[in-house]
């Protein structure tokens, strides 16, 4: 395989793996440390998977030695894509994809997430959706004045609203990241493929005056003795 062609193969590979590990592995597991099934997570899970994909498309261009630029412009215009999503969803976006996943989770889950984060509900208290809040009052209550009135504890929404937005703000910027890291690269791998690839004039000087090894000696048309001009 050319030099340049290594060099491709090894920068996809490379982008393909640090990808999937940060943006999957950190945002999986900076979130789910509390809720390991809420949807919502899962969602942001995908897009390390997707540009995880997309870097194999990389590998495929640099395996087969053709479409270079065009392999890399759309992964440059998909990467920077998911970023700009993820950055650009808003509190009322985040609640309402979370509201989403929030109906689609089974009540054990619902109430694993009110225990972990001592709430009731996802944006009422008088939410019935996540079951009975009686155990997670209790836990709510001991935790505040005893001289204070307590009713019950504050909606779920309000403490997962946090961790929502970092895992979106943390998708989208490694996301960035990656995407202009890729026009650097190439254009990196570009100068280093110049630079490893003879000039022309080089060449010129190289190759002006040598001999064709094929080509047959030439033969005088003249007589060799006993000639007059």
Same mark, same amino acid.
């Given at each position: 395989m050319p030099t340049v062609d290594?060099?491709?193969f090894n920068y996809y590979f490379f982008l393909q793996v640090v990808a999937f590990i940060l943006i999957g592995v950190a945002v999986y597991g900076r979130a789910? %440390?509390? *809720?390991?099934?809420?949807p919502i =997570? #899962?969602?942001i899970l995908a897009c390390g998977v997707i540009l995880f994909l997309i870097s194999i498309l990389?590998? =495929?261009g640099a395996v087969k030695h053709h479409q270079y630029m065009l392999i890399l412009f759309l992964l440059f215009l998909i990467q920077f894509s998911i970023a700009c999503a993820c950055? %650009? *969803?808003n509190t009322k976006q985040q609640e309402q994809l979370a509201e989403q996943g929030w109906r689609r989770v089974g009540p054990d889950l619902r109430a694993k997430v009110q225990t972990t984060f001592n709430c009731c509900g996802f944006n009422s208290t008088t939410d019935d959706s #996540? #079951?009975?809040c009686?155990? *997670?009052n209790k836990i709510c209550c001991q935790s505040i004045d005893p001289q204070m009135p307590c009713t019950s504890c504050p909606p779920c929404m309000h403490k997962l609203q946090s961790t929502i937005d970092y %895992?979106?703000?943390l998708c989208g910027s490694i996301g960035l990241f990656f995407s202009f890291t890729t026009r650097k690269i190439h254009e990196l791998i570009l100068v280093l493929s110049s630079s490893l690839t003879p000039s022309p004039s080089f060449l010129a000087r190289r190759y002006r005056n040598q001999l064709d090894p094929q080509e047959k000696a030439a033969r005088a048309i003249f007589p060799q003795h006993n000639y007059l001009y």
């Open positions: 290594v060099l491709y789910s %440390a509390l *809720v390991t099934n809420l =997570i #899962g969602g990389g590998l =495929i950055l %650009a *969803v #996540g #079951g009975s009686d155990e *997670v %895992a979106f703000k």
